[in-house]
């Protein structure tokens, strides 16, 4: 083995040591929400964010953020995330965000390949595209409600998570 490779061997070690250890912190926590719900609670997110359209834009941003930090550990959702924050940029004509928000998609492929995400923070062109961040207050009570409106009881079917409870009571057909 060549000093190089050896190197190489021990960095990988180490990083492989850590991630496990931040997964197992994860689950001892409690902190893992299944991933149908966790989709489920996104796309209510994504469809406050679509239904607030009259809002003031920092409103309609904190939709966005917390959509972003609910979906960052999934790479689907995650890239999801980052388009509709560079739709929404483009809409308003902010130059500055569109720019972070296309640097942040080129970065999410690569921030799940090398498990190196920043957990909780907001995704937004004003923050370190590498920095960790606490649970805002604007954001934390948007990724309750959504979760807690995407719950299904241990009783139903969790083949059929995306009913209708799982959307706002405006696009819910239950009235």
Excluded: C
């Excluded at 409106?149 to 409870?165: G, H, I, M, Q, Y």
């Amino acid at each position: 083995m060549t000093p190089l490779s050896a190197a190489f061997a021990q960095l990988f070690y180490r990083h492989r040591q850590r991630r496990w250890r931040q997964l197992a912190a994860q689950h001892a926590a409690g902190a893992t929400t299944p991933p149908w719900q966790q989709q489920a609670a996104f796309d209510h997110l994504l469809a406050a964010f679509a239904l607030d359209a009259g809002a003031p834009p920092t409103t309609r941003w904190h939709w966005l953020e917390a959509a972003h930090v609910l979906g960052q550990t999934t790479l689907s959702l995650h890239w999801r995330s980052h388009t509709a924050m560079l739709r929404y940029a483009l809409q308003l004509r902010d130059a500055r965000e569109a720019a972070g928000q296309l640097l942040r998609l080129a970065l999410v492929p690569l921030g799940h390949a090398l498990a190196r995400l920043p957990m909780g923070n907001i995704g937004r062109a004003r923050v370190s595209a590498f920095a960790p961040m606490a649970p805002q207050p604007e954001i934390t009570p948007l990724i309750d409600e959504a979760l807690a409106a995407t719950a299904v009881s241990e009783t139903l079917d969790k083949k059929w998570p995306l009913r209708s409870t799982s959307l706002p009571k405006q696009l819910s057909n239950d009235e």
